[in-house]
């Protein structure tokens, strides 16, 4: 099975620019009379991407970049923005519905995410990619990869039905049927093997989101 995985992977640091631009693309689908049912099936994919891609970080990629060697400033804060993050996730989900309090939750999100984006593909992954060997790289790729897929698997039905609601028709119906497909590779991997499971400019006037893209221009959601 590392086989398959070190076949389908991608880098571990491809992997994260992936992610990062994931999480942007989806703040960027959230425009002025988004539908409530879209929204919040955008902000729920938004928490979800951050949730499990900090913890692939934490658990796998740090811990790599500090056994070879590696420290950095960005890197020791790494882990007090993702608990950052986490709290503001919190905030998110208990707000109620596009109110004044969920609009600045996700504005204070998504600058802090921009912020923790920047250093991290500024300077933790051209370190990481200076330092460390591509077959390292795509070994480190093949373990989150299959982390990532223990880490979603209770929570794939929702992400499924999220995407299929914040995405165009075709681009959902594909993300759907890829991530089914490899829920049902996963599991029948594992059965086949005998492995058990391991696992921005903020505004808070107004019903607004905000977020800096990497060229410092500011993006804005308004009601």
């Known amino acids: 099975m590392n086989q ?31 539908q ?5 099936a955008i902000v ?3 928490c979800n991407a ?14 790599a970049l500090r056994s070879a060697g590696m420290s950095s400033p960005e890197l020791e804060k790494s882990v007090p923005e993702h608990d950052e993050m986490r709290s503001l996730i919190d905030q998110l989900r208990s707000a109620e519905e596009a109110s004044d309090e969920q609009c600045e939750a996700l504005n204070k999100l998504m600058n802090a995410v921009m912020h923790h984006v920047a250093d ?14 591509p077959e390292v790289l795509a ?9 990532r897929m223990e880490i979603a698997k209770p929570r794939a039905t929702e992400m499924a039905v999220d995407m299929a609601v914040g995405a165009p028709m075709k681009t959902a119906a594909v993300a759907v049927g890829t991530l089914f497909a490899g829920a049902l590779l996963f599991n029948k991997l594992r059965r086949g093997n005998g492995h058990g499971t391991s696992a921005s400019d903020t505004t808070s006037g107004g019903r607004r989101y905000a977020g800096t893209g990497s060229s410092g221009t ?4 308004g009601h």
């Open 4 to 34: 398959f995985f070190n076949t389908v992977s991608p880098t571990a640091t491809r992997m994260i620019r992936m992610d990062h631009a994931y999480v942007m693309a989806q703040f960027h689908k959230l425009e002025p009379g988004t």
């Open 120 to 133: 991290e593909e500024t300077k933790l992954l051209p370190m990481a990619e200076q330092q460390m060997a």
């Open 50 to 63: 951050l949730e499990i891609h900090a913890q692939l970080e934490e658990e796998i990629f740090y811990p």
């Open 44 to 46: 729920r994919s938004i």
């Open 218 to 221: 500011e993006r804005r959601y």
């Open 139 to 147: 070994d480190l790729g093949a373990r989150m990869t299959r982390r």
């Open 36 to 40: 409530h049912t879209v929204r919040a």
